[in-house]
T-cell receptor, first 115, second 112 residues
Framework: GAGVSQSPSNKVTEKGKDVELRCDPI?????LYWYRQSLGQGLEFLIY????????KSGLPSDRFSAERTGGSVSTLTIQRTQQEDSAVYLC?????????????FGDGTRLSIL | GENVEQHPSTLSVQEGDSAVIKCTYS??????FPWYKQELGKRPQLIID?????GEKKDQRIAVTLNKTAKHFSLHITETQPEDSAVYFC???????????FGKGTRLHILP
């Protein structure tokens, strides 16, 4: 597709369940970011993948959060044992690296609601 | 690491007036400064960016200025319109492989 694709667009689950959120970046984009955005708040950085380098996980809020990126393309963010405070919109962004810096392109996000 | 401060957090301006949002950064090696606009319920979208080799860039009603000595950059919106109401984020990064750092955002309200 032409843009960053995220799925599902909405996810409602019970507290304590695990969830997986998916991000398909723009083809050829080697950098991929995950952010969390609570209602009316800013972009909270979670994790950054850049090519084959080790990911920057410094923003993950707890060990219940993990992410992987397979084959340098699709990424999955996993939240284990979800809590109500995990409710937020999770945004993925990708960019092309190399040469002049390229801007990030965001997906529409996954709205996660924990009951 | 880099730190980006953005202010004000909320800004209300009369339609037709100008709006200015300011950001400061801490790492003098930062060389790329994009601005994103996020309308309610939508994804953030790039509206303008500037690289450290220029001091100002304009695109119709929006402009960005950069002061490398003072380590601050600003977004200027002239002749504001209702559709300018949104949250605006500034960001900075220092090289092509480095993580981009966002400010906390400014909620801009255009008053009729």
């Amino acid at each position: 597709g032409a843009g960053v694709s995220q799925s599902p667009s909405n996810k409602v689950t019970e507290k304590g369940k695990d969830v997986e959120l998916r991000c398909d970046p723009i083809s050829g984009h080697t950098a991929l970011y995950w952010y969390r955005q609570s209602l009316g708040q800013g972009l909270e950085f979670l994790i950054y993948f850049q090519g084959n380098s080790a990911p920057d996980k410094s923003g993950l809020p707890s060990d219940r959060f993990s992410a992987e990126r397979t084959g340098g393309s699709v990424s999955t963010l996993t939240i284990q044992r979800t809590q109500q405070e995990d409710s937020a919109v999770y945004l993925c962004a990708s960019s092309k690296m190399g040469g002049l810096y390229q801007p990030q392109h965001f997906g529409d996000g996954t709205r996660l609601s924990i009951l | 690491g880099e730190n980006v401060e953005q202010h004000p957090s909320t800004l209300s301006v009369q339609e037709g007036d100008s709006a200015v949002i300011k950001c400061t950064y801490s790492d003098s090696a930062s060389n790329y400064f994009p601005w994103y606009k996020q309308e309610l319920g939508k994804r953030p979208q790039l509206i303008i960016d500037i690289r450290s080799n220029v001091g100002e860039k304009k695109d119709q009603r929006i402009a960005v200025t950069l002061n490398k000595t003072a380590k601050h950059f600003s977004l200027h919106i002239t002749e504001t319109q209702p559709e300018d109401s949104a949250v605006y984020f500034c960001a900075a990064t220092k090289n092509r492989d480095d993580k981009i750092i966002f400010g906390k955002g400014t909620r801009l309200h255009i008053l009729p």
